[in-house]
């Protein structure tokens, strides 16, 4: 059998997206193995370390997508359930005996192999499997006619998994609510009921924050980014120093390999790569990043014509709006326009859950995208 036959065969749905993230994934070994070039070297005396341990969760990460895009879409809305039960006693557990680092409690330890993971992923693409699947069920049932109880169970299970993932993580909880909140708009929800959600989130968010560990952190980010927009104060080391990569980038970029400020640009792996990106790539590379994200984003949408179904539809939005907004926000923090956040740069970022799980949550819209399902089994 031939390359393209074994690809033809085993290589379906949407072929665009599969480029794009093929793209992103050369770009991410790329520009991680540039950023902890000096790092690994001081800590291992070796600068392959992490270029090895990054290339190995990419190609995990690829594996991943692969696996979920050969499945028939609909099996995840059976399987969300089960996702959404798990979640919550994973994330409490984190929260309580979890793996602490700059003092949050987001990672458990998996035994055996020794390697942690964030419930919050988990949490993140079962909430929205989940409720992309209760919102098909009733795409027939007019306004007036909803079932307020079933609604109330839709609130309820979002500002309760929200909220356990304040305790520890106040950015990815706010993302989620706004991601649900999108797909609730979408599927049609009254308005006196996303209304209730954004108060439910609040309440129940303000609540979890306060007991929890990021609250201080929260509000010096909050207080910090607003001084520095009313020119009181200047910005943040971190956000300095990513500035100055961006200024240094220039429009063509310093080279592939050759920036200056991952050796002072604290997380330029992960939370700030994209200013690496742009000091090494230019203002080019910045701007085809963001181009692939916003095509991966209509890619996303389109496949729900490919669905023909609510359920397929409202799972492809959902899950595209979760990995693009993630995206915007963690450009937009390297550029100053919102506050630090901590968030990843999905696909791009170094990291090990992150990955893995936004590899399964582009395989299932590609299987979206592959439109066979019989929603009628959900």
Same mark, same amino acid.
């Given at each position: 059998? @031939?390359?393209?036959?074994?690809?033809?065969?085993?290589?379906?749905?949407?072929?665009?997206?599969?480029?794009? /993230?093929?793209?992103? %994934?050369?770009?991410?070994?790329?520009? $991680?193995?540039?950023?902890?070039?000096?790092?690994?070297?001081?800590?291992?005396? %070796?600068?392959?370390?992490?270029?090895?341990?990054?290339?190995? *969760?990419?190609?995990?990460?690829?594996?991943?997508m692969w696996i979920a895009h050969r499945f028939n879409y609909i099996y995840y809305a059976?399987?969300?359930?089960?996702?959404?039960?798990?979640?919550?006693?994973?994330?409490?557990?984190?929260?309580?005996?979890?793996?602490?680092?700059?003092?949050?409690?987001?990672?458990?330890?998996?035994?055996?192999?020794?390697?942690?993971?964030?419930?919050?992923?988990?949490?993140?693409?079962?909430l929205i499997s989940n409720l992309a699947a209760m919102l098909a069920k009733r795409q027939?049932?007019?306004? =007036?006619?909803?079932?307020? @109880?079933?609604?109330?169970?839709?609130?309820?299970?979002?500002?309760?998994? #929200?909220?356990?993932? !304040?305790?520890?993580?106040?950015?990815?909880?706010?993302?989620?609510?706004?991601? #649900?909140?999108?797909?609730?708009?979408?599927?049609?929800?009254?308005?006196?009921?996303?209304?209730?959600?954004?108060?439910?989130?609040?309440?129940?968010?303000?609540?979890?924050? *306060? /007991?929890?560990?990021?609250?201080?952190? %929260?509000?010096?980010?909050?207080?910090?980014?607003?001084?520095?927009?009313?020119?009181?104060?200047?910005?943040?080391?971190?956000?300095?120093?990513?500035?100055?990569?961006?200024?240094?980038?220039?429009?063509?970029?310093?080279?592939?390999?050759? @920036?200056?400020?991952?050796?002072?640009?604290?997380? @330029?792996?992960?939370?700030?790569?994209?200013?690496?990106?742009?000091?090494?790539?230019?203002?080019?590379?910045?701007? !085809?990043?963001?181009?692939?994200?916003?095509?991966?984003?209509?890619?996303?949408?389109?496949?729900?014509?490919?669905?023909?179904?609510?359920?397929?539809?409202?799972?492809?939005?959902?899950?595209?709006?979760?990995?693009?907004?993630?995206?915007?926000?963690?450009?937009? !923090?390297?550029?100053?326009?919102?506050? $630090?956040?901590?968030?990843?740069?999905?696909? *791009?970022?170094?990291?090990?859950?992150?990955?893995?799980?936004?590899?399964?949550?582009?395989?299932?819209?590609?299987?979206?995208?592959?439109?066979?399902?019989? =929603?009628?089994?959900?």
């Amino acid at each position: 059998m @031939s390359v393209t036959d074994w690809l033809k065969n085993n290589i379906k749905g949407d072929y665009h997206i599969w480029g794009v /993230v093929l793209f992103f %994934s050369i770009m991410s070994v790329a520009v $991680v193995y540039s950023a902890t070039g000096t790092m690994a070297y001081q800590k291992l005396q %070796s600068t392959e370390h992490y270029l090895f341990k990054h290339g190995a *969760l990419v190609v995990l990460g690829l594996a991943c997508m692969w696996i979920a895009h050969r499945f028939n879409y609909i099996y995840y809305a059976r399987l969300s359930r089960f996702g959404m039960w798990l979640s919550v006693p994973l994330l409490l557990w984190a929260y309580f005996k979890g793996v602490n680092l700059n003092d949050a409690s987001r990672w458990i330890t998996i035994p055996l192999i020794n390697q942690t993971f964030q419930p919050s992923d988990l949490a993140k693409l079962a909430l929205i499997s989940n409720l992309a699947a209760m919102l098909a069920k009733r795409q027939h049932i007019k306004k =007036e006619q909803y079932d307020p @109880s079933i609604l109330a169970n839709m609130i309820i299970w979002i500002g309760l998994i #929200c909220a356990c993932i !304040v305790l520890s993580n106040a950015s990815t909880a706010a993302l989620l609510a706004a991601t #649900c909140f999108l797909l609730m708009f979408i599927g049609r929800v009254p308005t006196k009921y996303l209304a209730i959600m954004v108060v439910v989130c609040l309440i129940m968010g303000s609540g979890a924050l *306060l /007991v929890g560990q990021r609250a201080k952190t %929260s509000i010096s980010r909050l207080k910090n980014y607003w001084e520095t927009f009313q020119g009181r104060r200047p910005p943040e080391f971190q956000v300095e120093q990513s500035y100055i990569a961006l200024a240094h980038g220039g429009v063509y970029g310093q080279g592939p390999g050759n @920036s200056h400020q991952r050796n002072f640009l604290p997380h @330029s792996y992960s939370d700030f790569i994209f200013a690496m990106i742009v000091e090494e790539y230019g203002l080019i590379g910045g701007i !085809v990043v963001i181009a692939a994200y916003l095509y991966l984003l209509w890619r996303g949408m389109r496949a729900i014509r490919k669905a023909n179904r609510a359920f397929g539809g409202l799972l492809s939005a959902g899950l595209t709006f979760s990995i693009v907004i993630q995206a915007m926000i963690n450009m937009a !923090v390297s550029v100053g326009l919102v506050p $630090v956040t901590g968030q990843p740069l999905p696909l *791009l970022s170094m990291g090990g859950t992150s990955l893995l799980f936004t590899g399964t949550a582009i395989g299932i819209i590609i299987s979206v995208s592959r439109g066979e399902a019989d =929603e009628s089994k959900i």
